[in-house]
DNA sequence: TGTACATCAGTGAACGCGCGTTCACTGATGTAC
DNA sequence: TGTACATCAGTGAACGCGCGTTCACTGATGTAC
């Protein structure tokens, strides 16, 4: 398991140009990453490249997956930071994690949340695992909140058909969503809410409105915490 | 303030530009977006667009403001469209119009709501007001109900601070929100509940979980409603 | 412990391509008298 | 109604720059005997 002193500079220098190519990203954005420039900073010729990424895309893959760990690493320490606090607080952590997180990597968020790169097509078998990851400890903790008897299905909620029920059963499993349909949809419509006020806050679409979209978050979350039962 | 026979086949040629431009984006993005490439398929030469736009980026506030156009427009029809019914449809409608319309033209929403264009930046002064237009429908409609006494600021959001307030106060009368901090606030989560589910699907991160992205939606929409009073 | 060989990181030149923008210009369209 | 002139759309060449990828290669590092 330890690795040859090749290996280790191998991985040393692969590390190095996913870094960089990061940097490019945060400052001129993921669509004019480019090999050359990457090669050019890292005082080498763009042919090297080759021997750790076999294309652009390739390495734009690699890129993907890293931001989706770095998201789902985050998101593990908040779940574990709190074990023995009350869920509506581990989950108001979850969710502002999310939020902070975006903020402090919006090159990050961008690639795997944002508009796709033109030309580039994800592979799914290998972007998929990650992207479950990340969501993962917010839809886990939601489910253990369930099944600790804490959410009440909200009466507000439209009662769901059976078709909609069945389209819901295919998320079962996913993520580790493991619960009734109406705790799935509860997890992935809490998740959007959580999405959406955070891509409007990062593009400076609220910031014309609101000084502090933070207190705006916060507020939609302890309403969304409490619509569930969670108070 | 009949256009002279130039004057008409000038805002022809520049309308095709913003055509072609538009195509280009939905094909490979905007980021790629190449006033050469424009020139070419109109059979032009890449020089004479600098008769309609005075730079790339002149083209690209052009073109922020069409989408925000555009999509304000179709809002406005959703808005007059069912003048007579009750305001839960009403705005149920505008939320399924924000999203069709988005998943119609994915390359304008990616324009003002995706990643920002790396090395552009959008001179507020021409792009807000027309950001602005886009939402006003919306928002003028959470609050025509809400003078209509319709809408329950409900028991489950906090209560506000004063200085969440007074942060509030500063929206107000901006994309005609007219309403009490309450009321704003409800506007601008509300849309943050719209766009985070849009965005998601539109980015095909539902669609590995859900099949049907629009139900969910629906139905999301539908808990935001009775969720306010509206039912 | 020393030698012969294989592996691998990185180079430099080249391929064919793209881009935004400036400039001096041509030729058609429109205007004033 | 006809002529002289001004305006304007569009051209073609050029500037200086960037890109991903392939290829034959050098030279250092590691391995087997």
Redesign the pocket.
């Known amino acids: 398991m330890t690795l040859?002193?090749?290996e280790r500079?191998?991985a040393a220098?692969s590390e190095e140009i996913k870094q960089i190519a990061r940097r490019h990203m945060a400052e001129r954005g993921a669509a004019a990453?480019?090999?050359?420039?990457i090669?050019?900073q890292m005082?080498?010729?763009?042919?090297?490249?080759?021997?750790?990424f076999?294309?652009?895309?390739d390495l734009v893959t690699a890129l993907i997956v890293d931001a989706f760990n770095s998201l789902a690493a985050s998101q593990e320490v908040s779940y574990k930071k709190y074990r023995s606090t009350p869920f509506q607080e581990r989950l108001l952590a979850l969710a502002e994690d999310y939020r902070m997180w975006a903020l402090r990597h919006p090159e990050l968020y961008s690639l795997i949340f944002g508009t796709p790169i033109p030309d580039y097509h994800a592979p799914a078998e290998i972007t998929r695992p990650s992207a479950q990851k990340a969501i993962a400890p917010f839809v886990r903790l939601v489910i253990e909140a369930h099944q600790a008897g804490q959410i009440d299905y909200p009466a507000t909620y439209e009662p769901l058909s059976t078709e909609v029920k069945q389209m819901l059963e295919v998320a079962r499993g996913q993520a580790g969503n493991e619960g009734p349909p109406e705790i799935i949809l509860l997890t992935l419509t809490g998740w959007g809410r959580i999405h959406g006020l955070v891509s409007l806050e990062l593009y400076n679409h609220l910031q014309p409105m609101i000084a502090e979209p933070g207190v705006l978050f916060r507020l939609d979350m302890l309403t969304w915490l409490r619509s569930i039962g969670l108070k």
Chains 1, 2 share one sequence.
């Open positions: 040859t002193r090749r500079l191998r220098t990453l480019s090999l050359r420039a090669a050019r005082g080498m010729t763009s042919p090297a490249l080759y021997r750790y076999s294309s652009r895309d």
